[in-house]
């Protein structure tokens, strides 16, 4: 926080952007803390100006100790022996959990003495000008109590309240006041805080599945731990149990490691940033010998281990929150009678908010599917798992025998079909160790990292998320059980070598068997794994109107009720994935792919492509469409018409994702869909009249589409060319394979017209940063020579 955002107190005076010393936190070639205008110290650490701070490096709590002693020597430096006046520090520095760059939480705290607005200001601006971040305040104790029983948040800061230096008995009756307060109000005021925490985790997400999260704001992280420290004090319940404390010294390395890395203060733990974190907490992929797993980067070990830390925090603070919450409402319910015990499902009951067994279940040999039983009731009921159950369960409950009996089969369809309640009731089970006993794959999928930047959570929460968006296409297919099973597996050969659709096929049908399902559906359950992707790429890369297009995915996929499957997992795919692996646009490619290959499964001729728009063959030359996402020009037919337009396209920041083009009576057609590259769509009167005047020939628009695609050109990973022999009915298919860039359409399609080639349709598809261009190149398959020299061309233009 800069000091002009400090928590200032009327009278105390506040230094602006333009009077505060220039400075701030640097980095320093090593990637320890670097006070502005600081020197070196021969001890250790970073020295600041007069009067003078060290701040010793390092990650691990000793570290974070001896950072703490130096601010409070410095501190302690700042403020005169004076009665009625002490410097507390709260957050970081009160635990004595100093991150690196981390703030200065300081209360001035005096007994109404004078002149304490000049006392302040004595102590702040040295902070500051040592280059030290500072959040600062100025209170009596009854001011401080005041605030504190307004602000939760207030409250829970004066629980980690220490005396830095000064009046010691001033110091201690705030902190001995301010506990014995939260004590006794905690049971009414954790309902308002369990609100503002979840709005927290709304916004930072859940750090367990984020493949770049907060350590500190998203659930699971940091400011987690600070709540349960807080319902802790209350003597609420046992919420700081050692495997907590465990993940919170885990997890302030992280942050102390993520510090020193990038030299400054930031908390999301970001991709580029993981390996370097990892190295400076000697984290290091086991080695694996001969294993058909490749070896993980250090980084995902690292965020492997952030996500079970998360976990193991997340999960106490449910726990806690809902142990408060019986309290509550046991000293509300004045002499009410105890909870009622409530059935739910076979040998599972609802108690006082909560999902326990039967008393008839707990025997010397548990049923097998009891824990599944279980699982579906508590997704089923939105009701959570008590801890004791779920301690029983992993501890006497043994696996489904093989194949799995059909009760524990119709609970699992349960449990995926579920909706919003298999998040948590699955996370639940995780977390103890049940999904293990029934899938012994899901080891190797728990906390995995994705690498591809359009996906924003680890491989196993994906799963699980794209099985409950599956749940809302159940009505859409005939068989919703095995949609919500293949949406379950359907990334399951993902972490393994080759093609992870290919490899995940015979893990899915051992799983798909195990689980009792006859050899038709187990192979259906193959078929959905391998592939759950060829929609979406056809959809994107190919011309949907050639013929050989729709009869290649029908006979891939063989009967219309495995392409409704695909379908609908291909959608509930996209939704799990993140923002940017979907859209409208590829929404109605899709479905145009769809409904055209379900006419060819149902009558077995296929469809006849769609006539151009008559206006396009009658009207003047050249002919202007821009209407929504469609382009269509129609001009006289000359060589490199489809260049021109991707060019002024390009010009007005809008991207091709399709492109046709063809000669009719003379006239040569080009249809375009675009999408606008940033925000908001230009201005279709602009864009008509730029490609009226280019496809009449105008020079200086085309000298502005050449001027544009030189600058547009740029650093990037080597592109790559890629031939498809027997794709298309009337051409040969070039698929480029590049870094996304604007106007490389353009570039792309000026080159190989230059060369002679004649495109008839082009389909773009963006893969984060990455785009895969499909070119038609009209003719038969080209001899060695010819292929080369499209291939130079096509790189060179890239």
Known sequence: MTPSAGRAVPGTPVPTGTDRPPGGVAASGSGGAVLSGAAADPSGGVAGPSPGVVVP?????????????????????????????????????????????????????????????????????????????????????????????????????????????????????????????????????????????????????????????????????????????????????????????????????????????????????????RDGVAARLGLRQPQRGDSAEPALHDGDVLLRRVAGDARTIRHALDDAFRAAERLRGGRTRVGAARPVRRPVARDVVAHDGELVLARTAIGARPDPSLSLRVAAAAATTGLPIARATCEWLAAYCPPPPTPWPAEARAALFTLLGAGPGLLAAWETCDRYGLVDAWLPEWTRLRSLPQHNPVHRFTVDRHLVQTAYEASRHARDVERPDLLLLGALLHDVGKGLAGDHSAAGVPIAEAVAARIGLPPPEVALIGTLVRLHLLLPEVATRRDLADPVTIAGVAEAVGDPATLDLLHALVRADAAATGPGAWSDWKGRLVAELVARVRTALDTGALPAPPAPDPALLTEPLPVIQVTGDRVAVAAADRRGLLATVAGCLALHRLDVVAADASVVDGRALVECRVQPRYGLPPDPVAVSGDLRRAVGGDVSVTQRLRGRALAARGAAAAPRVVWHREAATDAVLLELRAADAAGLLYRVTCALDEVGAQVRAARIATLGGDVVDAFYLVGGWPDDATRARLEQAVLAAV
């Open 57 to 273: 490096t390092g990650v691990g709590e000793p570290a974070r100790h001896r950072r703490a002693a130096a601010y409070d020597a410095f501190l302690a430096g700042l403020l005169p022996r004076r009665p009625g006046v002490a410097l507390v520090a709260v957050g970081g520095l009160g635990r004595r959990q100093c991150a690196p760059y981390g703030d200065l939480d300081l209360v001035l705290l005096h007994a109404g003495v004078p002149g304490i607005d000049d006392l302040a200001a004595s102590i702040w601006y040295p902070v500051w000008d040592a280059g030290l971040r500072l959040d600062h305040s100025v209170r009596t104790v009854a001011e401080a109590l005041s605030v504190a029983q307004d602000d939760d948040k207030v409250a829970l800061g004066l629980l980690d309240a220490r005396m830095v230096a000064g009046d010691a008995a001033l110091a201690d009756s705030l902190v001995r006041t301010a506990a014995d307060h939260w004590r006794r109000t905690a049971v009414r005021r954790l309902p308002r805080l369990r609100e503002i925490t979840a709005a927290r985790w709304r916004a930072h997400g859940e750090l367990a599945f984020l493949l770049e999260g907060d350590v500190k704001e998203a659930a699971g992280g940091l400011r987690d731990v600070g709540v349960l420290r807080a319902i802790a004090s209350a003597g609420v319940t046992d919420a700081l149990r050692p495997a907590v404390h465990a993940a919170h010294l885990r997890l302030l390395d992280v942050r102390d490691a993520l510090h020193e890395q990038v030299g400054r203060r930031v908390d999301r733990l970001v991709a580029q940033e």
